[in-house]
T-cell receptor
Framework: GAVVSQHPSRVICKSGTSVKIECRSL??????MFWYRQFPKKSLMLMAT?????????EQGVEKDKFLINHASLTLSTLTVTSAHPEDSSFYIC?????????????FGPGTRLTVL | TQLLEQSPQFLSIQEGENLTVYCNSS?????LQWYRQEPGEGPVLLVT?????EVKKLKRLTFQFGDARKDSSLHITAAQPGDTGLYLC????????????FGPGTSLSVIP
């Protein structure tokens, strides 16, 4: 199946610093990528939709200035958590949509565990 | 509001038992996906169902899409400890092509 990678898999940072998470589609081109946040034992919460070459679309309640998204190429999207605080600690997951298939399918990355001290 | 509901939310069974997980909505979906997620990892796609009434089998897992494309079920036969995980259904509502929404998940624990 299609492969999506995320880097880093785990990151610990101090409060007030910024953290960048990369999401790459390894064997297909993804015009659309999605960023999710997941709390323990909960489902995925969509944060934003990232479209290659255009501005990301943020879900209601998600601060676009705090969660900066850049989709610079058809295989790479980045999420930067700016001025991180402990409440930003979470599991962040990206997905990439493979539009070449008969049915559009999302493939997920392995996730990034962010801990803000 | 286009919501996906899943039931049960938690399920703990003995190895060898059968189980069914349900995914329901009041909205029509162009397709539904089932994912399985293990702790600390991203969801892994199990299947996509597209046609109303469609049944797909993946070894001991049987997936069904409702005739009206508003609901789906996942049946596991002779569950094994390796089936333990969070099962998520997800779908793209017909009115919102670009956005996939997720159900709350069913946490399955298979006890040896």
């Amino acid at each position: 199946g299609a492969v999506v990678s995320q880097h880093p898999s785990r990151v610990i940072c101090k409060s007030g610093t910024s953290v960048k998470i990369e999401c790459r589609s390894l064997d297909f081109q993804a015009t659309t990528m999605f960023w999710y946040r997941q709390f323990p034992k909960k489902s995925l919460m969509l944060m934003a939709t990232s479209n290659e070459g255009s501005k990301a679309t943020y879900e209601q309640g998600v601060e676009k200035d705090k969660f900066l998204i850049n989709h610079a190429s058809l295989t790479l999207s980045t999420l930067t958590v700016t001025s991180a605080h402990p409440e930003d600690s979470s599991f962040y997951i990206c997905s990439a949509r493979d539009g070449s298939k008969e049915v559009d399918t999302q493939y997920f990355g392995p996730g990034t565990r962010l801990t803000v001290l | 509001t286009q919501l996906l509901e899943q039931s049960p939310q938690f399920l703990s069974i003995q190895e060898g038992e059968n189980l069914t997980v349900y995914c329901n909505s009041s909205s029509v979906f162009s397709s539904l996906q089932w994912y399985r997620q293990e702790p600390g990892e991203g969801p892994v796609l199990l299947v996509t169902v597209v046609t109303g009434g469609e049944v797909k089998k993946l070894k001991r897992l049987t997936f069904q899409f409702g005739d009206a494309r508003k609901d789906s079920s996942l049946h596991i036969t002779a569950a094994q400890p390796g089936d333990t995980g969070l099962y998520l259904c997800a779908g793209a509502p017909k009115t919102s092509y670009d956005k996939v929404i997720f159900g709350p998940g069913t946490s399955l624990s298979v006890i040896p």
